[in-house]
């Protein structure tokens, strides 16, 4: 499967803004775009203005990057919210935070959302009582998510349970018990839940063009 193997914080430098991709690197004065805050490359100091489409792709790469989706998966996502009834940018990211690599860093479980792809990928996490190693499996309201019996041992997991409580946990989401690093999906977000600093409707615009 195809994906981004390039240094992360050239993508934050890139959308000018943190995209908060190597847990607690980006809250420290090592974070790149603290010292060099304006985009990679020879000419990323003397960037012309933005016009209006170069700002609505911007935004569209900035929410794919947050969440680590490849282009064309996020055009699928983008498609399937516009078929449902409701305000599409709104469903877009729902849909992206129903992800369960998501889920799993929303938690707390995981530094950053690529660390909560690879633990998910490896077979760590458990849903309904069944193993699941897709990181783009969707979540429902009532779902349980909990760590394999045999993987709460592991460092990323001892570590996640001594940090229990530094990271505020979304109302839609709770976790059940820290110690056996369980999580119950109350609800779906709603936007007013969903704290990811993107303008849903630039994306709306680029694709309706």
Known sequence: MA???????KLCRRE??????????CDSPKCPIEIRP???GEHGRNRQKDSEYLIQIREKQKARRIYGVLERQFEGYYEEAA???GRTGETL???LESRLDNVVYRAGFAKSRDMARQLVRHGHFVVNGR?????????TESDVIEV????????PMIIARAEAGERTVPAWLEVMSS?????LVHQLPGRAQIDTQVQEQLIVEYYSK
Do not use: H, N, W
């Open 3 to 9: 994906r981004y193997t390039g240094a992360d914080c």
């Open 16 to 25: 000018k803004v943190k995209l908060f991709l190597k847990g607690s690197k």
């Open 38 to 40: 304006y985009p990679p």
């Open 83 to 85: 078929r449902r009834t």
């Open 93 to 95: 990211l729902q849909i």
């Open 131 to 139: 193993r699941v190693d897709i990181p783009s499996y969707r979540v």
């Open 148 to 155: 394999a019996g045999k993987s709460l041992e592991l460092t």
């Open 179 to 183: 110690d056996k690093m369980r999580i």
